[in-house]
């Protein structure tokens, strides 16, 4: 697995842990070199979002959910904290508290 990352300076984040942001701008070279075309995401998805640098993949447990899906622009990720959780919360507070300093990342499969 590929990780992707991007700071949240398109980002929204309301009081109740709800986020939108833009993941991926189509048509641009990103911070890692590459370049993603629209298309790229396959249509809509739902997704867990994973606790801090991707955790969940070592056994932290999810600290929201969300589904990402494209626009003209590029990958758009619709999410909400679990803030019932001490992990959701101290999540979204981190993100709250980082603002547009913040990055967050997405995997994928190593592609050429």
Avoid: C
Avoid at 11 to 27: Q, V, W
Avoid at 48 to 67: C, D, E, F, M, N
Avoid at 83 to 105: I, P
């Amino acid at each position: 697995m590929e990780k992707k990352t991007f700071t949240l300076k398109d980002a929204k984040l309301t009081d109740e842990g709800a986020f939108t942001a833009i993941f991926a701008r189509f048509n641009v070279v990103d911070k890692q070199g590459d370049l993603t075309l629209p298309g790229a995401f396959g249509g809509e998805q739902r997704v867990i979002i994973s606790a801090y640098g991707h955790g969940s993949w070592q056994g932290a447990l999810p600290v929201g959910k969300g589904r990402i899906f494209e626009n003209a622009d590029g990958g758009i990720v619709e999410g909400q904290f679990n803030l019932k959780t001490t992990a959701g919360r101290e999540t979204y507070e981190t993100v709250k508290f980082t603002g547009d300093l913040q990055e967050f990342s997405y995997a994928l499969p190593e592609i050429d």
